[in-house]
């Protein structure tokens, strides 16, 4: 089946550490996405990537970083430097020239 | 800077009242708008594209709309199981009249539906 698989689906992490998110999609498209979910909030755009080793931050990159070494994978790392990041964190992903985007099922970071 | 806004925050019907969900939205070479149904600690789950005023798309007991300026989300005799998050997204054009890739959300509007 085709999907977007977002690992793992908690996580846990001290303070101080860095942790990275896992999102994979074999739908083959080119764009792929990281969003941010806070309580009564929308999805607030982390970083966005249209092709291979190329991603652009969206509104709230401070704190985060990415990679986009495969077409498949887009990896999110949350750094040290993010202040409060416990959030819902989705991936999603959309075929170049068509507009909707497919979202995963989410990883739940908590800060300990 | 684009901008979408969903009313009401919340709304609870009874099974069968129908009613309306409205996104308006402030957002130059609008490329497309999206309705998505999200239930608690799931991803997304698009339900409608519109790309242009005057279009209309129905899914079930589901009516989306768009004006130039909002769209609509009509729920007609909805039942328990409709009960969930449901978030509008904008998608605009970049420069060069080129896909630009962003998605702008809305903060969303929870429904429930008590039988």
């Known amino acids: 089946d085709g999907g977007i698989t977002q690992s793992p689906k908690y996580l846990f992490r001290k303070e101080g550490q860095n942790v990275t998110l896992s999102c994979e999609q074999n739908?083959?498209?080119?764009?792929m996405y990281w969003y941010r979910q806070d309580p009564g909030q929308g999805l607030r755009l982390i970083y966005y990537?249209?092709?291979?080793?190329?991603?652009q931050k969206g509104d709230i990159a401070e704190g985060y970083s990415v990679s986009r070494e495969k077409k498949e994978s887009f990896p999110l790392t949350v750094t040290s430097a993010q202040k409060n990041p416990t959030a819902f964190y989705l991936c999603?992903?959309?075929?170049?020239?068509?507009?909707?985007?497919?979202f995963g099922q989410g990883t739940r970071l908590t800060v300990v | 800077e684009d901008q979408v806004t969903q009313s009401p925050e919340a709304l609870r019907l009874q099974e069968g009242e129908s009613s309306s969900l409205n996104c308006s939205y402030t957002?130059?070479?609008?490329?497309?708008l999206f309705w998505y149904r999200q239930d608690p600690g799931k991803g997304p789950e698009f339900l409608f594209t519109?790309?242009?005023a005057g279009e209309e798309k129905e899914k079930e007991r589901l009516k989306a709309t768009l004006t130039k300026k909002e769209s609509f989300l009509h729920i007609t005799a909805p039942k328990p199981e409709d009960s969930a998050t449901y978030l509008c997204?904008?998608?605009?054009?970049?420069?060069?009249?080129?896909?630009?890739?962003?998605?702008?959300f809305g903060q969303g509007t929870i429904l429930t539906v008590h039988p």
């Open positions: 519109l790309y242009s």
């Open positions: 997204a904008v998608h605009r054009l970049g420069a060069g009249g080129t896909s630009y890739g962003k998605l702008t």
């Open positions: 990537s249209q092709i291979v080793n190329d991603f």
């Open positions: 739908l083959n498209h080119d764009a």
């Open positions: 957002v130059s070479g609008l490329r497309g």
């Open positions: 999603a992903s959309r075929l170049t020239g068509e507009a909707e985007a497919f």
